[in-house]
């Protein structure tokens, strides 16, 4: 409820306030590992949409701090961060910060390093259209996380964040197959997810029930209320638009505009840029045509193209544009043109 809120929001202003007074007295005294350990908290306390500025200019100093300290791990880490932060802000040089991040990442002998570059390689060729590579990957990685599990069993290493990469990356394969309308292929993605500790499989269950034309599981899910974790909260504000366009109810409208409006320009990026789920001016532009507002459906759409073509991010430039088009002819059909 709202008292819940208000104290989660409480929570997090007295958390920043130690987090400052700690970081002031690292800088104080030259402790670069007080420091990291603030930025760090400062990060991921604040992660949600709309503190992507922010988050760059962390993970900016916190590369610079893990450079200093020679520390490879720490730097890859905030270096990923960085350029995920980077495409939030619709900034297209999230691309020259991404390749520079995978040529350090990409054979490091720190093999766990390697595995996140691939990873996020996958991610980041899915956004730029580069779908036959993405699953490539996909299907590489998961053959290596497999094995490297199965080394764990047998007790002859141990990476305590493998199991969490191989859900994640189901995520990844799921929005991989979504951008792509191969939502009848996502049954057996779906099911790996709702098996697995993903704390909000629903989520992507229900979106997909959404595009295969069944409303009422949708709105059940809808129901169920806005997940708390703010990690998640774009690909909510995704769902909810879809919901809204969907029913054409002007309450839905109006709650998922209001909550969409503070993020024009920006893009939703949920779960730490596991999913990108394009820019907000596209779902605002959904919104806006089911409520037949067509002149904020085009700017918004157009936003929404121009956006992703300065991005690189061909799909949604693709989705953006029939989107328009259909908004377009749908004006023309009502007499509006």
Known sequence: GESGVGREVADDHLALDLIF???????????????????????DIIWGPGTAGERVALTGELVELAERADDAEQAHFAAALRWVAMIEQGDPRYLDRFNDYLAKGKGNELRHLDLTASMDESIVAALTGRFERAEQLVEQL????????????????????HEHFRYMLW?????????????????DVLQRLRDSPHLYAGLPAALTALHRGDL????????????????????????????AAATHDPELC??????LLPHRGRWAVSLFGWDVSGPFDLWLA?????????SEAIEEATAAYRSADRMRARPWSVVARSYLADVLLARGADGDV
């Open 171 to 187: 995520h990844h394969h799921w929005a991989l197959l979504t951008l792509q309308g191969r939502y009848d292929e996502l049954d």
């Open 254 to 259: 109006a709650r998922a505009r209001a909550a």
């Open 142 to 161: 998961v053959g290596r996380l497999s094995e490297e599990l199965s080394e764990q069993s047998d007790g002859r290493r141990r990476e305590p964040h």
């Open 286 to 294: 959904l919104v806006d045509a089911a409520e037949e507002r067509w």
């Open 216 to 243: 009422d599981a949708a709105l059940r899910h809808y129901a169920d209320g806005e997940p708390r974790d703010r990690v998640i909260e774009p690909l909510w504000l995704r769902f909810q638009a879809e919901v």
């Open 21 to 43: 007074k700690l970081a002031a007295m690292a800088r104080t005294g030259g402790d670069d590992d007080a420091l990291a350990f603030s930025l760090w908290a400062h990060h």
